[in-house]
């Protein structure tokens, strides 16, 4: 996540949802703001650090919808949005109008708080990314991936082919090497949560990979396991 501490800021007008939303979060280790409107929203956000904002569609005065999009004109602040409908079209304007995820009522506390570790987590990882590497081609022991032509070459120049899934992967790895990634957050970066996909599938990906780029597959060197953990990616990378 961004912060040890996330700080998130629940805009909703109804207070017993309110409230609810807000304990749970507090007792999982969030710091909690709350507003009711969307003017009580913009006073938080300028004088409140905030890392992800819970903005309920259905809202008194100006609604979610034109909040939201109002926020995502200024700034790049994460957004998960509720609403007691689950009517697709609603659920697809909020994604428009630049939600990152999106919640119907009623929901499981547990969930949301799934979602929001899920959203601050690929927010942490792509702005790692892009402020390590603006490179659209790495290098590693001899061998090169390019990210736009999506190759993958051996150190003697011969292409290795892969499945979209796997240079994903590979991707993901080289983008943060030496970092400890969770086959959660590895899910997240790969497939999202809308792809059906489960955390054993990256371990299946992992072991292809490592059959076509590993020395000594007896003798895992690059792509290593981590007990309890799930797994880093160990060599030096370099922009070419």
Same mark, same amino acid.
């Given at each position: 996540?961004?912060?040890?501490?996330?700080?998130?800021?629940?805009?909703?007008?109804?207070?017993?949802? #309110?409230?609810?939303?807000?304990?749970?979060? +507090?007792?999982?280790?969030?710091?909690?703001?709350?507003?009711?409107?969307?003017? &009580?929203?913009?006073?938080?956000?300028? @004088? !409140? #650090?905030?890392?992800?904002?819970?903005?309920?569609?259905?809202?008194?005065? &100006?609604?979610?919808?034109?909040?939201?999009?109002?926020?995502?004109?200024?700034?790049?602040?994460? $957004?998960?949005?509720?609403?007691? *409908?689950?009517?697709?079209?609603?659920?697809?304007?909020?994604?428009?109008?630049?939600?990152?995820?999106?919640?119907?009522?009623? =929901?499981?506390?547990? &969930?949301?708080?799934?979602?929001? #570790?899920?959203?601050? #987590? +690929? !927010?942490? =990882?792509?702005?790692?990314?892009?402020? $390590?590497?603006?490179?659209?081609?790495?290098? =590693?022991?001899?061998?090169?991936?390019? /990210?736009?032509? *999506?190759?993958?070459?051996?150190? @003697? %120049?011969?292409?290795?082919?892969?499945?979209?899934?796997? =240079?994903?992967?590979?991707?993901? /790895?080289?983008? +943060?090497?030496?970092?400890?990634?969770? +086959?959660?957050?590895?899910?997240?970066?790969?497939?999202?949560?809308?792809?059906?996909? /489960?955390?054993?599938?990256?371990?299946?990906?992992?072991?292809?990979?490592?059959?076509? $780029?590993?020395?000594?597959?007896?003798?895992?060197?690059?792509?290593?396991?981590?007990?309890? %953990?799930?797994?880093? /990616?160990?060599?030096?990378?370099?922009?070419?």
């Amino acid at each position: 996540m961004t912060q040890a501490t996330p700080h998130v800021l629940v805009v909703e007008d109804d207070r017993e949802t #309110r409230a609810l939303i807000a304990k749970y979060l +507090r007792a999982n280790d969030c710091h909690v703001v709350t507003a009711q409107d969307g003017r &009580e929203m913009d006073g938080r956000l300028a @004088d !409140q #650090r905030v890392d992800l904002v819970v903005l309920d569609v259905m809202l008194p005065g &100006e609604d979610g919808l034109s909040l939201c999009r109002r926020l995502r004109t200024n700034s790049h602040l994460p $957004i998960i949005m509720l609403t007691a *409908r689950g009517d697709d079209v609603d659920r697809i304007l909020g994604l428009e109008m630049g939600a990152d995820d999106y919640l119907a009522k009623p =929901f499981n506390p547990r &969930e949301l708080l799934a979602r929001i #570790r899920s959203v601050l #987590r +690929r !927010q942490s =990882f792509a702005s790692a990314a892009s402020a $390590i590497n603006g490179a659209s081609a790495m290098s =590693f022991l001899g061998w090169r991936i390019d /990210f736009r032509l *999506r190759e993958l070459r051996n150190p @003697d %120049g011969a292409l290795v082919a892969m499945t979209s899934a796997e =240079f994903d992967l590979l991707q993901a /790895f080289c983008e +943060r090497p030496g970092r400890v990634l969770s +086959r959660e957050a590895l899910l997240d970066l790969t497939h999202g949560r809308n792809a059906g996909s /489960f955390e054993r599938s990256i371990d299946v990906l992992v072991s292809r990979i490592r059959r076509k $780029i590993e020395p000594d597959p007896q003798n895992i060197t690059i792509i290593k396991t981590v007990r309890s %953990g799930g797994y880093t /990616f160990t060599p030096t990378i370099e922009p070419v």
